[in-house]
Structure formats: structure tokens, C-alpha cells
């Protein structure tokens, strides 16, 4: 079966503009993650669903990002205002249910000039 | 404040050679620990997942240890392959209600023929 797509694989965009990155998790996978890796680091978590519902968004560095799953499948991370900062691979996880294995997606590359 | 640290930084061996990869964390409480490997542009794949009262798990060439009292974790690659060239995420998981993974920086493997 599918694995978690993401799209699109890159992004370029300048500084100041909104961006939407979408994610497509395994179908029936119920909790879904939301990571930022940053060159030569780990990923770091922004935001974690149950479902609909953001159950943990306290990785989100500030009020410029923010992410939805209207129908607990797809999700969308939106980031407002983007900052060369904001530059980084974002990438999305799902798991069966919450506290099993994650499958991570490949991964949105994100460049903001 | 929870942290998962590893070393060495990046590495390189000879094709065929065994390697030792190291992590240490400070996640409490804690509930499992994972090795990822990530492939370049590819996003991490779970290689191993170790709870509490495990304290070596294998996957083919791939063999973790850990170390609960000490909370050290190993990750050693036998007969390594070029294959192999990835880096390698230990990730641990904090038992916060859903398993908040908490990742190191990584490891950068290169294996040269």
C-alpha cells in the first residue's frame, strides 16, 4: 500500500509570502505529526493530531504557523509571513494510532529567498 | 529538559567494516528508543524500537543495545555495505500521553568502497 506523500517535494517562495504543504497519511492512520528538520539536525515536532484535533501544537514556533485536518486524513501546515528562517525540510508522520510506529513522508524541502 | 544526544558526528568506514554508533539521552519518563535510518532527500525509517526492559534488539545487519540505568544506547552495523551511507537518528520517546518522540541530530554514515 501507499506509504505518507507529501507535496510538493520543493517549495521556493520569498520572504514575506504564505505557503500551504500538504500531507497525505496512511489510510486509517489516525494520529499524524508535523516535523521541521533543519540542515545537519534532527527533526524537531511542531504539531501532533488525534484525528481532527490538534492534541499537541505546542512545537509551533509562533503564531505564523499553523496546521489543520478538517477530516482526520489529509493535513495542511500553512505558514503566513514565511522568514528565510523558516527555510528547512518539513515533514510529516503517521502512526496506526497514537504512541505506535511513525512512517514518516519524504519531506517537503522549504526555501524562502 | 529533554535531550538526545549522539556522537560521533559523522563517520566514515571502509566497505565491510564493522562501526559503533552512540546516543545518550536525558527524556523522562521515558518509554521506548528507536534507531532511524535516513537516506539523503528521504524522509527516517524505523530500524529498532527498545522499551524499558530490552536491552538489545536486532534488525539483519543491525544490532542496538541499551542501557536503562545509564541511559546509553548503541547502535553497531556489521559488515557494513555502501548501502549503508544514511544517517542515523536515535530517537526517544517521552510517555506524555501519545509518546512525544524526542530526536538526536544524527549521526552521518558514508561507507566507501
Known amino acids: 500500500g501507499a506509504g505518507v506523500s507529501q507535496t510538493p517535494s520543493n517549495k521556493v517562495t520569498e520572504k514575506g509570502k504564505y505557503v500551504e504543504l500538504r500531507c497525505d497519511p496512511i489510510?486509517?492512520?489516525?494520529?499524524l505529526y508535523w516535523y521541521r528538520q533543519s540542515l545537519g539536525q534532527g527533526p524537531e515536532f511542531l504539531i501532533y493530531f488525534q484525528g481532527t484535533g490538534a492534541a499537541d501544537d505546542s512545537g509551533l514556533p509562533n503564531d505564523r504557523f499553523f496546521a489543520v485536518r478538517p477530516e482526520g486524513s489529509v493535513s495542511t501546515l500553512k505558514i503566513q509571513r514565511t522568514e528565510r528562517g523558516d527555510s528547512a525540510v518539513y515533514l510529516c508522520?503517521?502512526?496506526?494510532?497514537?504512541?505506535?510506529?511513525?512512517?514518516f513522508g519524504p519531506g517537503t524541502r522549504l526555501l524562502v529567498l | 529538559k529533554n535531550q538526545v544526544e549522539q556522537s560521533p558526528q559523522s563517520l566514515i568506514i571502509l566497505e565491510g567494516k564493522n562501526c559503533t554508533l552512540q546516543c545518550n539521552y536525558t527524556v523522562s519518563p521515558f518509554s521506548n528508543l528507536r534507531w532511524y535510518k535516513q537516506d539523503t532527500g528521504r524522509g527516517p525509517v524505523s530500524l529498532t524500537i527498545m522499551t524499558f526492559s530490552e536491552n538489545t534488539k536486532s534488525n539483519g545487519r543491525y544490532t542496538a543495545t541499551l542501557d536503562a540505568d545509564t541511559k546509553q544506547s548503541s547502535l553497531h552495523i556489521t559488515a557494513s555495505q555502501l548501502s549503508d551511507s544514511a544517517s542515523y537518528i536515535c530517537v526517544v520517546s517521552a510517555h506524555s500521553g501519545y509518546n512525544k518522540l524526542i530526536f538526536g541530530a544524527g549521526t552521518r554514515l558514508a561507507v566507501h568502497p
Open positions: 489510510s486509517g492512520h489516525t494520529a
Open positions: 508522520a503517521s502512526s496506526l494510532n497514537q504512541g505506535e510506529t511513525q512512517y
